[in-house]
């Protein structure tokens, strides 16, 4: 009888998270890829954040479970990149501050027309390369925010720093990207 509750217990905590964490694997597959740079480390790293994500769903405590997902996804990124390159990798990477402070932010809402449609998927390729090259910090955040469409809140409760840091980190990161765009010959970005 004990045994019957407890196989209960625990295909209602497995449904629980399917529910929960199921609709969330494209964005932590996009997050990862962006992260490590390569598909299959992706889905890796995606696999042991799910299957940590499942082992730990009891001290899940909150109502939005995407972040709680994405800081596991986070920390599962680092230890795959720490025992492919055989080193243990610090907690935060140098940030080139003093570069990112003097550029102007990229986004601007603008009119949708066919024929920035048109431009825009054209040049998707050349956006998405210039994020990956960005330094991890700035990369992490942007993809958080503008891909995952985190708030500000729940990027600080994944990277484990303060809502200013993330916001700093965005502006910089936005301000990067917009000189990097300019430099590839995306032209200024209005």
Known sequence: MASD???GD???RVGRFKALALPHLDDAYTLARYLL???TDAEDAVQDC???ALQHFDT???SEVKPWLFAILRNSCRALRSRRAGRVLPASETLDEEAADA???????TQETPEHAMLRNHDSETV???VAALPAAFREVIVLREINNLSYKEIS???GTPVGTVMSRLARARAMLRTAWIAAGGGEVP
């Open 5 to 7: 509750l407890r196989d």
């Open 10 to 12: 625990a295909r209602g």
């Open 37 to 39: 740079g390569d598909a």
């Open 50 to 52: 799910y299957l940590r």
């Open 60 to 62: 899940f405590r909150g």
């Open 103 to 109: 550029a102007v932010p990229l986004w601007s809402e």
């Open 128 to 130: 998405r390369g210039l």
């Open 157 to 159: 409760d994944v990277i």
